[in-house]
């Protein structure tokens, strides 16, 4: 479950809805939006453990697959069920919802809209009945995908029942030293290292005992963190991260030499493109 704070409207927006519905957590449809590496992978599986929390959560992943391939991926073939039937219950995340082939568009929208899903090749007299919710995630601007034919209007409404945007990590750059200590943490707890990654002005209020077991974000070291552009957001600033601590620390202490020597060994200027794993 998310347990992030922001100052960020956007993100602000985000974490309120994430927690209106944990106390009142209904069933319905997300569109989750932003650019590669924002963290959206892990919203859906916060959402869908609010509003499905017994169901499964099936991705489904048909971008570039031919017409017939894509809609034997979904609605299944022969006697072999696709994403829909295995979502039963539960919700069926959807990669790159802009990109879906037409006929897949059509069936997704016909499951989402009246719970009924036909395998390819059965007679159309033969419906099964599903209770399915999606989300659905895109690194693309979805109205832009409607203006241009791509996307069926009916289908974007149909998901955007909810629609949260994940702002780039350049666009926040109060919310870095928060998501460096959080993701440290992950990284130092999945290496065992037995020590906290905690910020200098924490460490202050920290009782002696906590300090002994800790690592100090240095603020200089935020202050290299907050001066790179993060092309790859959240993905990036935990590789990063991960060399810093892991290759680069100099014993209890994070500093900036530490992190511009993580950023040297990536070869990223500070700039540049995505990374070539770039995704949602």
């Known amino acids: 479950m998310i347990r992030i704070s922001s100052a960020h409207p956007a993100m602000t927006r985000v974490l309120d809805t994430i927690e209106r519905l944990q106390g009142h957590p209904y069933r319905t449809n997300f569109l989750l939006l932003g650019e590669p590496g924002t963290g959206k992978d892990g919203l859906a599986r916060a959402v869908a453990q609010l509003i499905a929390p ?12 031919p017409e017939e391939a894509a809609l034997e991926a979904l ?24 990109a879906l082939p037409a006929r897949a568009q059509e069936a997704l929208l016909r499951l989402l809209k009246a719970g009924r899903c036909r395998r390819v090749g059965e007679r159309k007299d033969i419906q099964r009945r599903l209770v399915v919710n999606a989300i659905a995630l895109s690194d693309r601007d979805p109205a832009v995908a409607v203006a241009e034919g791509r996307l069926r209007h009916d289908l974007y409404y149909r998901l955007a029942r909810i629609s949260l945007c994940l ?22 707890a999945s290496a065992h290292v037995p020590l906290d990654l905690r910020t200098s002005e924490d460490l202050k209020r920290a009782p002696a005992v906590e300090r002994k077991r800790a690592i100090e974000l240095e603020a200089s070291a935020v202050e290299a963190l907050c001066a790179h552009s993060w092309p790859g957001n959240l993905r990036e600033l935990e590789a990063t991260l991960e060399r810093a601590l892991l290759l680069y620390r100099q014993g209890p202490r994070l500093d900036a030499g530490a992190i511009n020597a993580a950023l040297h060994l990536h070869g990223d200027d500070g700039g540049g493109s995505l990374p070539e794993e770039a995704g949602v």
């Open 54 to 65: 017994q169901g499964p959560l099936v991705r489904l992943d048909i971008v570039g697959f």
């Open 167 to 188: 702002p780039p990590l350049r666009e926040r750059p109060e919310d870095i030293g928060a998501a460096a200590v959080w993701m440290g943490n992950r990284i130092l």
């Open 75 to 98: 609605c299944g073939v022969g006697r072999h069920p696709g994403a829909a039937e295995a979502a039963n219950g539960g919700v069926l995340l959807i990669e790159e919802a802009t």
